[in-house]
């Protein structure tokens, strides 16, 4: 069974950046999409941004586009999530999945990380 660690997670000021990390154990048969979630206390959790393994295509929130920016490195199985300009309301525990299709849903997404908590204040 491949596992998903996130790292990268922290506290900053508004403003400030922090860039996330995925890495995948291996890589996980027939999924080709890997994404981005977040989920705030008592919100439910909601897509950040999704790249496509081959190829790299990407997919943005609105609440992100421009500030975020989604990359993976393929020989290292790893994803990454570069987060510039963050605000008090991008206060979550972030968390990278992957799924076998092109889609913002978090329920198509099959494989879960444990989550890395960003906290911006300020």
């Known amino acids: 069974q491949v596992q998903l660690a996130e790292s990268g997670g922290g506290s900053v000021q508004d403003g400030g950046s922090l860039r996330l990390s995925c890495a995948a154990s291996?890589?996980?048969?027939?999924?080709?999409?890997m994404g981005w979630f977040r989920q705030a206390p008592g919100k439910e959790r909601e897509f950040v941004a999704l790249?496509?393994?081959?190829?790299?295509?990407?997919l943005y929130a609105d609440s992100v586009k421009g500030r975020f920016t989604i990359s993976r490195d393929n020989p290292k199985n790893i994803m990454y999530l570069q987060m510039n300009n963050l605000k008090p309301e991008d206060t979550a525990v972030y968390y990278c999945a992957w799924a076998s299709k092109y889609t913002n849903n978090p329920a198509a997404y099959d494989l879960w990380g444990q989550g890395t908590q960003v906290t911006v204040a300020s």
């Open positions: 291996g890589r996980p048969y027939s999924r080709t999409v």
């Open positions: 790249i496509r393994w081959h190829g790299g295509s990407s």
